[in-house]
């Protein structure tokens, strides 16, 4: 079977990259790792993509919300760059953010986003999996990579069981809150924080001797293990995303897109 091209976003040490690389050295997906993007310079995953050889690439967020905070017109938005389309669309933002920080937000991001659908063109990847990129992407970027409706192709991974816990400190914010189960998840983006459909998750009972730093170890290691199957799931063409409506007893109605697994290949 065709391997799928995938691509990866990261921000950090890159051990779910690792896993996922692995994966496909031994085959247990049917994937190829293309390149490896960044958002700074200091990423060790960058190290790891290029011991096994795949190409990487920056592009420092930080340097661009910086200069376009000192001299906004220094920094080139995107000519396609639409912000009341781009604002209507993503739900990132409190909807009572002030609308100066939210212009300012969704600018910088989409001249971000911008170098990034550059430097990801040339390797045409079929998929693109955010392994702790500690980044939100607005709709600029997704509806340019998401270029077939009902098809969407980012991943993201969280440390925590969504809908609970999104954000910056899945795993943190679980252990304080007091939660007897941890565990991770695997989604598609979508125009929210961490709100996309799910693909899988992974769960483990929290003892009472555990700590935040026993929970972090347990949650990551199921994470290694969840990322490269929701990807084979992926490769083998097994995931469809369904928008399903429901009726609640007080007549409300429920719209969610959801992801449905065929059972085979
Ligand atoms: C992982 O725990 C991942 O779930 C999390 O960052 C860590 C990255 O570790 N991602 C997020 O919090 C995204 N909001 P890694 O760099 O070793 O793979």
């Not at 692995?22 to 995953?45: L, P, S, T, W």
């Not at 998401?146 to 795993?171: E, K, Q």
């Not at 084979?232 to 609640?248: D, E, I, W, Y």
């Amino acid at each position: 079977m065709n391997k799928i091209r995938i691509g990866a976003l990261i921000s950090g040490g890159g051990t779910n990259l690792q896993a996922i690389i692995d994966a496909c050295d031994q085959n247990r997906i049917q994937a190829e790792m293309v390149f490896v993007g960044a958002d700074n310079h200091n990423a060790y995953g960058l190290d790891r993509a290029s011991k096994h050889n795949i190409p990487t690439f920056i592009v420092d967020y930080r340097q661009i919300i910086q200069t376009y905070r000192r001299a906004a017109h220094e920094v080139t938005l995107p000519e396609d760059f639409d912000i009341d389309d781009i604002r209507q669309k993503q739900y990132l933002l409190k909807p009572d953010t002030n609308s100066q920080k939210a212009d300012f937000f969704l600018s910088t991001r989409a001249a971000a986003e911008a170098q990034l659908l550059e430097k990801i063109a040339p390797y045409s990847p079929d998929l693109l999996i955010l392994a702790g990129f500690m980044r939100n992407l607005t709709p600029y970027f997704i509806d340019r990579f998401n270029t077939d409706a009902g098809h969407p192709r980012i991943m993201n991974i969280h440390p925590a069981l969504l809908p609970a816990f999104p954000g910056t400190d899945g795993y943190g914010d679980t252990y304080r809150y007091g939660c007897k189960v941890a565990g991770c998840t695997v989604h598609f983006i979508d125009y929210g924080e961490d709100s996309g459909p799910i693909i899988g998750q992974k769960a483990f009972p929290i003892l009472e001797n555990d700590t935040l730093e026993s929970v972090q170890k347990k949650g990551l290691e199921l994470e290694w293990q969840l990322y490269p199957e929701c990807i084979q799931l992926f490769a083998q063409g097994r995931l469809h995303v369904a928008s399903l409506t429901h009726l609640l007893p007080n007549n409300q109605v429920v719209q969610r897109c959801v992801v449905k697994i065929a059972q085979n290949a």
